[in-house]
């Protein structure tokens, strides 16, 4: 970690502190964006705020700031560190909760780490990912809470878990997930996930070039019959998918619509920069 933005100011991560007595460390109460930088300008940073003030409602957490003044310290702690960055914005559950108003003084904190992205073999050969019959518990909002990626993750570090309850995909642990099928661009609808900043960009960009684009949830029955699948995220951007659990998707490899739109996106992104 390189910087941190913690009780009104800008501290070296091994100064930067919260007591024990905040929810967050107590039960798990907070929530959290994960941003990355582009030429060192923040992508999607307030698509991703408007996520997080909505996580915020959502969670009964009173948030201390406004979209404009975490905008501000965001930018702020980006110009004092020269190279791209991964960068989390918290607002944790605070010392109080009110059984009629919420966690009314929650804590706004925000980390600054140096941007480690997917290895290129990744984006060449694609990934696999193992599926889980389970569902991220509350989908509109982004918890802290991510149990669930750890403990029912296989033991590889290279893996991802897909969350198919009862053989509905809906979205991978940190991604949304998506399956072309006959022609069709398939990925789960928000009423079932998150809604991933990414993952609208990519289904705009698909949309702007006339592709045919289906707001459901995929099926594990579909798998065979698919010719790609990929998952996108803030970071890893569209990360081609090549198997899920033992199904091989298509022939194997990263197919052609999975590249296209990586190239669609990376035209587009200096649209995205903040």
């Known amino acids: 970690m390189k910087l941190c933005y913690v009780n009104g100011k800008f501290v070296p991560p091994e100064e930067a502190l919260l007591p024990i007595s905040d929810l967050i460390i107590q039960r798990g109460i907070g929530i959290f964006e994960t941003i990355s930088t582009y030429q060192k300008k923040a992508l999607m940073l307030t698509p991703h705020l408007e996520r997080l003030l909505t996580g915020a409602k959502n969670s009964y957490i009173h948030p201390p700031l406004g979209i404009s003044e975490m905008r501000d310290i965001i930018r702020e702690g980006i110009e004092k560190l020269d190279e791209e960055l991964l960068i989390k914005v918290y607002l944790s559950g605070g010392d109080i909760f009110d059984r009629v108003d ?22 060449e050969n694609g990934i696999r990912l193992e599926p889980v019959d389970d569902w991220r518990d509350d989908p509109a909002t982004k918890s802290v809470d ?50 991933g900043t990414t993952r609208q960009a990519v289904l705009d960009v698909a949309r702007g070039v ?23 995220g803030s970071v890893k951007k569209i990360l081609p998918v090549v198997r899920v659990g033992t199904q091989i998707i298509g022939d194997g490899r990263p197919g052609p619509e999975t590249k296209r739109l990586s190239a669609l996106y990376l035209e587009h992104i200096l649209e995205w920069l903040e």
């Open 146 to 195: 991510y149990r669930k990626a750890y403990t029912l993750s296989p033991h590889d570090e290279h893996t991802e878990i897909l969350y198919c309850p009862n053989g509905e995909i809906t979205e991978s642990a940190h991604s949304s997930f998506f399956l072309c099928v006959n022609g069709m661009l398939i990925t789960a609808p928000l009423s079932r996930v998150l809604k």
């Open 210 to 232: 006339g592709m045919n684009v289906e707001e459901r949830c995929p099926l594990l029955a579909e798998l065979p019959q698919a010719t790609e699948a990929f998952i996108t």
């Open 102 to 123: 919420g966690f009314t003084e929650p804590r706004f904190f925000v980390t600054y780490d140096s941007l480690d992205l997917p290895p290129i073999e990744y984006y």
